[in-house]
């Protein structure tokens, strides 16, 4: 069924069973299945659900460090590598994880089959390794279901047009699931090695608080600034398709499920903050272009030659010209498409006095629905970061976030000291 044709029926499924899932897909991530005990484990959650009649679809991702294993192997080649044979190799993790997990159902008394993502088939586009998933077939499944069949899905992988085998991207088994719950009508847990959506990475702040809730918008932002958690192409893909997501702890006890973090729509959340939450992405470049052209048809040239090198642009900050002639042009890009982007600028002869590219930047965000309706949000940030000494290189806002880059080394001191002026430890 196409994912949007699911829609309706999802909804009338979920009021049909008032307030209990009838059906429902499980995701569990790398450090989740790293081993056989922890795949074990995974396989209790999933009997507790099927115990209780649920129709369970399961998505799993690669055993924790096998994915990158995968991709290290690719770049050993030592030669340009095809994107289509990247996809063939580091679509492999997942497909033992699947069988592995299988086993050990069949072994508890649980039928579960394994599937990979060309048998269901799981349809995206033809971009290879960073590939959008387009429709799911969900008959198989569902035909599977009639006999009480757990089906155990890969993430990450599907099947372009060209019948070959494609991926999402890093972290795209979270996708993955979304889009098997939007087209099975299904609400979506995401089983991971913390236990909710914190206010920051729990990594790193030791203060940040857990979320009960937040909303889809807030967590689109703090995704795509860099909280890992989820990955962005999934709550979008919730939020279009309204899908109920929750957020969970893979090793809490089978027998005594938490609640996780439910991300849901803004009105379901009683007491909005102003800032619900602050991201940090240590994956930024930087690059500066110093005397380009002030005039017409600049900008569109450098960033027309950037968008056919599909690079990314993120933060932009284009200077006051002094002279009328020339200007000062900044912008940040992922760290991974630094030397393309570069590439793209110098290929395009796009005139410039100097381009300065520069690592070692950090993108630090604070994310809330409330900035909406508050005032002095951005100048609590600014008033922080500079009581710390922090020097900010860029500032981007959108109406419920506001970014800023800085020195690297700085972020830990950043983010636990807004973490603080913010008060979201006790909020
Ligand atoms: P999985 O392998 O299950 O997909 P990930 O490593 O991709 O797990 O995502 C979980 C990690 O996300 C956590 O271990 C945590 O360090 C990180 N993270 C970053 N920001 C947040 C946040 N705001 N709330 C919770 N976890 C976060
Ligand atoms: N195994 C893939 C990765 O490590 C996909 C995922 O785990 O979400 O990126
Ligand atoms: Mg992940």
Known sequence: MALSGAIAKRNAE?????????????????????????????ARHIKREWDAGHDVAVVVSAMSGETNRLVALTAECGV???????????????????????????????????????????????????????????????KGWKAREVAIVPGFQGIGPDGRVTTLGRGGSDTSAVGLAAALGAECDIYTDVDGVYTTDPRLVS??????????????????????????????????????LRVLLSFADPLKPEPGTLVCKEDEIVEKQVVSGIAYSRDEAKITLLG??????????IFGALADASVNVDMIVQNISEDGRVTDLTFTVGKADLERAVAAVESNKIKCRELLSQTGVAKVSVVGIGMRSHAGVAQKMFETLAKKDINIQVISTSEIKISVLINS???????????????????
Do not use: C
């Open 14 to 42: 979920i009021k049909r069973a008032a307030g209990k899932v009838a059906r429902l897909v499980m995701k569990f991530g790398g450090t989740s299945v790293a081993d056989i005990d922890r795949i074990r484990h995974v």
């Open 80 to 142: 340009t590598v095809d994107n289509a044979e990247y996809d063939v190799v580091v679509a492999a993790g997942e497909q033992v994880t699947t069988g592995l997990l299988a086993i050990i159902l069949q072994g508890m008394g649980v039928p579960a089959r394994s599937w990979a993502g060309w048998q269901i088939p799981i349809l995206t586009s033809e971009d290879h390794a960073r590939a959008r998933i387009a429709e799911i077939d969900t008959a198989p499944l569902e």
């Open 207 to 244: 203060e940040a608080r857990k979320l009960d809730k937040i909303s889809y918008e807030e967590m689109l932002e703090l995704a795509s600034q860099g909280a890992k958690v989820l990955q962005t192409r999934s709550v979008e893909m919730a939020m279009v398709h309204g899908v109920p």
């Open 292 to 301: 380009v052209a002030d005039e017409p048809g600049v900008a569109s040239r």
């Open 409 to 427: 080394d700085q972020t830990q001191e950043a983010v636990q000291a807004l973490h603080e002026a913010y008060e979201l430890e006790t909020a």
